[in-house]
């Protein structure tokens, strides 16, 4: 539907006419975001390094005798003064900046005129300002969490897992010189390195032998990456997803198991009852008297509950002279 028409004020008779319909808000613009590559969280990065207060302490202390110098030059010539506090300074910032500090967990490698020199620290050292660079390397255990993976096992069972990666740097010069990312450049090889090893499992195996899987992966990050100045300390897989349909029938199958055990237990038990029977029928068949005894235990088991009446339609003695007779005829006949 159309719009109130707006016309702006002070506006000529050949402007044109706006209406409400034409007015758009303005979208605010997003804020950038730090694109980080496929797969992989950067979350732990932190490369502050600690506080060097030893060079601008040196700074001052030299600044403090360069005016001090300036003042007595000031006396008999204050343009010559001016002049030498300005080089005194300029003096005094690069040579305080010679001095450097870096941390017990820190390596700096340092390169002259582009090439490499060295590697100091942890501590003071010293640097030639202007011709020296370096860059400050963390030689802690540092971690990168690989997210999640769609892999196929060796049964074509596709699974999601994702993992945390633990290393270090033991070397700082071929970390710097012989790759130009190393964090990015270990972590790629650890998401194609699960995908390889997990590939040759099948799915039975990569439940029942995680820690297995899990070094083995290691090793072959290690393997390929050991020469980058780099220590793989551990790869640790944080969850195993599958599809809803195989997690049924999985639980289908420890379902039926379990009642797979449950019956083998009963048909054991059974076993061995039939067995206990079969013993005891036979020591009562050769004690005289026995099975008289366990009649009168099973009347007297019955016997406590008024509602209950036993009747014995064949006196015991009766069965056992049946018994008799029928051992006596097996006896005569030939």
């Known amino acids: 539907m159309g719009g109130v ?8 008779g050949g402007s044109r006419v706006v209406s409400r319909d034409d007015v758009r808000p303005t979208p605010s613009p997003k804020p950038p975001t730090r694109e980080e590559p496929s797969g992989v ?23 403090l005798g360069g005016v001090a110098v300036a003042a007595q030059i000031q006396v008999r010539d204050a343009p010559a003064a001016l002049a030498v506090l ?11 900046s010679a001095v450097r500090l870096a941390a017990e967990w820190e390596r700096a490698v340092i390169f002259r005129f582009g090439k490499f020199r060295r590697v100091k620290g942890p501590g003071l050292f010293l640097i030639v300002p202007l011709v020296d660079q370096l860059r400050r390397i963390d030689t802690r255990v540092q971690t990168i969490q690989i997210a999640r993976q769609q892999v196929i096992t060796k049964d074509n069972v596709p699974v999601s897992i994702d993992a945390v990666l633990f290393f270090k740097v ?25 995908r390889d090893v997990i590939g040759q499992m099948t799915l039975d195996q990569l439940l029942a032998e995680r820690e297995q899987i899990e070094s083995a992966i290691a090793r072959h990050v290690e393997r390929d990456t050991g020469t980058w100045g780099l220590e793989v300390v ?72 008024a509602s209950n009446t036993v009747v014995l339609a064949v006196p015991v003695e009766m069965m056992e002279i049946i018994t008799s007779l029928k051992e006596a005829l097996r006896a005569r006949t030939p």
Do not use: C
């Not at 028409?5 to 000529?12: E, K, N």
């Not at 969280?41 to 600044?63: A, E, G, K, Q, R």
């Open 86 to 96: 300005i080089i005194w300074t300029v003096l005094d910032a690069v040579g305080a």
């Open 170 to 194: 033991v070397s700082a010069s071929d970390a710097v010189i012989k790759v130009q990312d190393f964090r990015f450049a270990i972590s790629q090889y650890a998401r194609t390195s699960l």
């Open 5 to 12: 028409p707006l016309v702006p004020a002070g506006a000529s």
């Open 234 to 305: 551990g790869i640790r897989m944080e969850d195993i997803d599958m599809p809803e349909e195989l997690k049924k029938m999985m639980s289908r199958q420890a379902s039926a198991e379990r009642e797979k055990r449950a019956n083998i237990t009963k048909a054991e038990g059974d076993k061995e009852a039939a067995v206990n029977l079969a013993a005891a029928a036979r020591t009562m068949s050769e004690s005289p008297g026995a099975m008289h005894l366990r009649t009168l235990q099973t009347i007297d088991g019955l016997g406590p509950s």
């Open 41 to 63: 969280d950067f979350t732990n990065v932190s490369d502050t390094p600690m506080i060097n207060y030893i060079s601008p302490l040196i700074f001052i202390v030299l600044l």
